[in-house]
Each structure stands twice: as C-alpha cells, then as structure tokens.
C-alpha cells in the first residue's frame, strides 16, 4: 500500500473543497462547511498499484502576506492549487501560494518535486465572468515548472478526475526515486 497525501490549496471559495468532494464521491453539491480543515481518505488502484490516499482540504484561510503553511507544506507529497478564474484576487493568491511553496521547497530541500505541483483554473464553467486567461495561468505553471488545467468542478466530473490522477502519478513517481 502506498500512502500519498495531497493538499488542496487557493483561495477562500475558489472551489477546494467542491474539487476534492467531486473527486471523491462524484457529486458537485453546491454548498460546502468551511469551518474545520479536513482530511479526506480514499483507496484507489492506480497503474496496479493500491493506493492510500489523503486530501487535506485547508478550510482556514491563511491570509495572503503572511502564509504560515509550514505544516502543511510538511505534511503533502502533492499539492493542487485552486484558483477560480472569475475572480483576479484568487490568482493572485495561487500565485503567492506558489512562490511559498518554491521557497519552502528550495529553504528545506524536501523531497517534493515540482511536478507533484498542480496549478487549476476551476469554474471554467463560469468563462462569461472570466477575470484571468487561460494564458495568465498557462505563463505562471510554466514559471514555476508545475502542470496546469483549467475545469468546472460543477461540470467536468472527467477532467477533476484525470487531474487528480496526474497529481496522484506525478507524486508516486517521485516516491520510485527516493
Ligand atoms: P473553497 O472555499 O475553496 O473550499 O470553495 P468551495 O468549494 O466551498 O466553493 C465555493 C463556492 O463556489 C460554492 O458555492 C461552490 O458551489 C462554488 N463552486 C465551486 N466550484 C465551482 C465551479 O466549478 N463552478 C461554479 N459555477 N461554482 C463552483
Ligand atoms: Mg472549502
């Protein structure tokens, strides 16, 4: 059994929590408790493979400026950066999130691997409203050598489902180089 453990990350309303609960029982429920962090677990067969996983679906809000995500920067293989693209304020916090983690990573010389990094574009859905282009999130991933996507959490059950599976190989393929 191989343990991996994924933070969700972004923005508060940026959809986490929506993404996590859509990958785990299908469903896109609309309205989701933001009180408590919570880890989620799920066993999965992946490439043969089982697979212990954990998600950890930050619900307190670090504010952006003063991101104290040590912990969790400890704690996760891989890391899924939401950010909603009708909303700049959101991107810009992906952003800060990013270059904290890069800093952490580059401080501590942790095992991550910038490819366990996954920067989402969520509420495609909503792309009448857009704030930030598809290029924008495009130009920061390739910035920051992580992979990127743009998906409705409330629409595109496939896409959240073959990012998390990416999120998933990417991080295990880190553990075979330990
Ligand atoms: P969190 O604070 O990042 O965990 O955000 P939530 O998952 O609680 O989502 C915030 C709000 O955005 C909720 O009202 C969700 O229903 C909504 N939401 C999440 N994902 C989508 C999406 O893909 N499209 C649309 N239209 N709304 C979404
Ligand atoms: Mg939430």
Not at 65 to 71: C, P
Request: glycine share 6%; aromatic share 10%.
């Amino acid at each position: 059994m191989t343990e991996v453990k994924v933070a969700v990350l972004g923005g508060s309303g940026a959809g986490k929590s929506a993404l996590a609960v859509r990958f785990l029982t299908r469903r896109f429920i609309g309205e989701y408790a933001s009180s408590a962090d919570c880890i989620y677990t799920k066993h999965l067969c992946l490439d043969g493979r089982q697979i212990h996983l954990e998600i950890y679906d930050l619900c307190s809000q670090p504010q952006q400026g003063k991101l104290s995500l040590t912990d969790e920067l400890h704690w996760a293989d891989g890391f899924i950066i939401v950010y909603d693209i009708s909303d700049r304020a959101s991107f810009a916090f992906a952003k800060a999130l990013l270059y904290r983690i890069r800093e952490s990573h580059l401080a501590v010389c942790k095992k991550m691997v910038e490819s366990s990094i996954f920067l989402v574009g969520n509420k495609q859905d909503l792309c009448h409203m857009r704030e930030v282009g598809w290029d924008e999130g495009q130009k920061l991933a390739i910035e920051n050598k992580c992979q990127f996507c743009e998906l409705s959490a409330a629409e595109h059950y496939q896409e959240v489902v073959a990012m998390f599976t990416k999120v998933l190989r990417n991080t295990t393929s880190n553990f075979k180089v330990k």
